[in-house]
């Protein structure tokens, strides 16, 4: 079957049987032949990914999933996201899709993953969502998405005691 | 010693581009995964008056574009800090890198 040899080319298994006919990806399968027209149309386009980014407040793209990240710096983004509380947002394993993955560059012009995007917004990497959350930042820029950091209510528990 | 090849270029171009005052090139190969020498993946701290006023996107942004040949080839993954040399005299630190996760391991390796 040329499926589950590109299958085995490619990620492995678990990927092959998230895939929809003719080993494609089900996010290309599903996006042709509708919406507006413009070059390509798949799911590295500029316009696939600009749906992407603002389907949700936080979306990130990484490898892995929030679940089981498969890359050091994909994992902090989901443990940095994991402090504040932020548990309810959009990722995207770009592993399961080399179109996103490479579209996803294009979009940001940025050459590594993970990618944070916070209100449609490009925000930076692993590092600058690091420093971020090191200074303070990241809680002011999810407040303003309506979202309150947990740290900040652990802080007020400490001052309750 | 100096490091393997990219390693250098990597130091030359940052030199060039930004003037550092204070520069230091990481090769994380090895901790991907990868063979001794391998250079896949680097670390680079780079301080200098050029990040001045800038936020962190556009400072990585400038490093990326000191590195863009190598990031389009054989630079897979690249971690960087930006600072000001004001801000690295009142914190000479660099936090850790993340460990690896395997993920270059379950991917067919670019060629």
């Known amino acids: 079957m040329s499926a589950a040899v590109r299958a085995g080319w490619r990620i492995g298994a678990a990927a092959a049987a998230l895939r929809g006919r003719a080993g494609r990806p089900l996010s290309q399968a599903a996006g042709e032949g509708g919406g507006a027209e413009s070059g390509g149309g798949g799911s590295g386009s500029r316009e696939a990914v600009e749906r992407l980014v603002r389907e949700h407040p936080v979306v990130v793209f990484m490898k892995g999933s929030p679940a089981q990240p498969l890359c050091g710096f994909s994992n902090a983004v989901v443990q940095i996201l994991r402090l504040h509380g932020v548990e309810d947002y959009r990722a995207h394993d770009v592993l399961q899709d080399p179109d996103l993955r490479q579209g996803i560059k294009n979009y940001s012009n940025w050459p590594t993953i993970p990618q944070v995007y916070l209100n449609g917004e490009f925000v930076g990497g692993c590092d600058i969502l690091l420093q971020m959350h090191q200074n303070g930042d990241l809680v002011e820029e999810l407040k303003k998405l309506g979202i309150r950091s947990a740290l900040l209510d652990a802080e007020k528990d400490q001052e309750k005691k | ?111």
């Open chain 2, 1 to 111: 010693g100096a490091g393997g090849p990219l390693a250098r270029t990597i130091r030359a171009k940052l030199t060039a581009a930004l003037q550092p005052t204070h520069l230091e090139v990481r090769d994380d190969s090895p901790r991907h995964g990868g063979p001794p020498g391998a250079e896949t993946h680097f670390g680079v701290l780079v301080v200098s008056g050029r990040f001045a006023g800038l936020p962190l996107l556009q400072r990585h942004r400038l490093v990326h574009e000191a590195l863009r040949a190598e990031l389009a080839g054989p630079l897979h993954a690249l971690q960087v800090i930006a600072r000001t040399p004001q801000q690295w005299q009142s914190d000479p630190r660099a936090p850790p890198a993340p460990p690896c996760l395997g993920g270059s391991k379950r991917e067919r390796r670019r060629g």
